[in-house]
């Protein structure tokens, strides 16, 4: 099983990234033997993968990590690099390998004081790898100094280092960093291939594999979380019985509170187990005994983590309800696919009653107004704006058609 294995509906990336890993393979080869490099080289020192949510941008960046960290013996019989079962590329794939750091927002913004550390280690040749790889998974998060901050190190990189960014599309990275990135853009996989991949990686029985991936529209991560996951399910279905509730002002009032809350015990749940794993390590690393005071002077290294750690319990939250408001928009597509006549490609067959009760019960521009109303909330929600403000705002318009 290569690295490869597990973009799904991603043959024709998959290719370009093959041959980029095999390119890379052969300088490090001719490097360490004095060689001449090979001619016209498909590896470069800075990529961008781009595509819409689900796609796999992240695993498919990791994926090709773990090839140029590749050490199978086959690679000297002329085997791909990526075997994805070899030391390198397994540490890769799980996030503890040495010379592969990754770099993700806790909360809205990727901080520079986040990056400093990153850049600089970016400049060092690999401690005991092939290359020096930078995996930054959300790269349309970068602020203005922390993007400047990137933008030097992939102007000036070291040798044997690799930049891997990742953002939703070209347009939300600066152009002065990704002119000097070669771009890869994915694709949403079809329902199809992600039922398929569930059945295959997971043990998804067919029927499950197909209704989770249509639910999601091709979205890998929550399709496998919704075959896999009772609770996902659970949430799901109380989110598509919400226009349901929503008769009057009370009713707006109580599902908006609901839906927050929700997202908050998902974001807290989230949250317990990595902040306490977090707060023991560093106060093991401070001196701390067990059970014991801190040092002196170490109360700001405390408040920088509980800061850093409740920016990440805002941001789960958010993609939370993002997640739910995702599953509203998607309902209201079916709805208005009925009442433009169509029944193809409804992605809620299973609340198929739901459907058509709200298609009975409005017009089409009705349903326009609905999913502008969702659209409003998620924008209210980037920009900041109280999530439950923004939710009840959005289910007072949802009553309101």
């Known amino acids: 099983m290569s690295v490869w294995d597990d973009l799904v509906g991603q043959e024709k990336v998959s290719e370009q990234l093959d041959a980029a890993a095999r390119d890379a393979d052969a300088l490090v ?97 690999p401690a005991n790898g092939r290359w020096q790889v930078i ?7 970068l602020n203005e100094k922390s993007a400047n901050a990137v933008l030097k190190a992939v102007e000036e990189p070291a040798p044997r280092t690799v930049w891997l960014l990742c953002a939703p599309s070209v347009e939300d990275v600066l152009p002065t960093i990704r002119s000097r990135c070669r771009h890869l853009n994915l694709r949403t996989p079809s329902v199809d291939a992600v039922a398929d991949m569930l059945v295959r990686r997971e043990g998804v029985e067919p029927e499950a594999a197909a209704a989770a991936a249509r639910a999601t529209q091709g979205h890998i991560d929550r399709a496998r979380r919704l075959a896999t996951d009772p609770a996902a399910r659970e949430r799901r279905a109380a989110v598509l019985k919400l226009p349901l509730r929503l008769d009057d002002i009370g009713g707006c009032l109580k599902a908006a509170q609901q839906l927050v809350d929700a997202a908050a015990d998902d974001a807290k749940a989230l949250a317990e187990e990595t902040d306490a794993k977090e707060t023991e390590e560093l106060k093991a690393a401070l001196g701390a005994a067990q059970g014991g005071r801190l040092p002196r002077g170490t109360a700001g290294v405390m408040k920088d983590l509980e800061d850093k750690q409740k920016r990440r319990r805002t941001r789960t939250q958010r993609d939370s309800l993002d997640l739910a408001l995702t599953d509203l928009t998607a309902l209201y597509r079916d709805v208005l696919a009925l009442q433009l006549g169509s029944r193809l490609a409804i992605a809620n067959a299973d609340v198929e009653d739901t459907l058509d009760r709200l298609a009975r019960g409005s017009s089409p521009e009705s349903t326009l107004r609905r999913i502008e109303a969702i659209a409003a909330c998620r924008e209210a929600l980037d920009r900041n704006v109280a999530p439950l403000l923004a939710v009840e705002a959005m289910t007072m318009a949802l009553r309101a058609g």
């Not at 995996?135 to 998060?141: K, W």
């Open 135 to 141: 995996l930054v998974e959300d790269a349309e998060r």
């Open 29 to 125: 080869t001719a490097a360490a033997s004095d060689a001449p490099p090979p001619e016209a080289s498909k590896m470069t020192h800075a990529w961008l993968f781009t595509g819409p949510p689900g796609a796999g941008v992240t695993q498919t960046a990791r994926a090709f990590a773990a090839a140029l960290q590749c050490v199978s013996p086959d690679r000297a019989l002329g085997g791909s690099p990526g075997c994805g079962f070899c030391d390198g590329c397994h540490t890769a794939l799980v996030g503890t390998h040495a010379d592969v750091s990754t770099v993700a927002a806790d909360g809205a913004e990727i901080l520079v004081k986040d990056m400093r550390d990153t850049v600089r280690k970016s400049y060092t040749s």
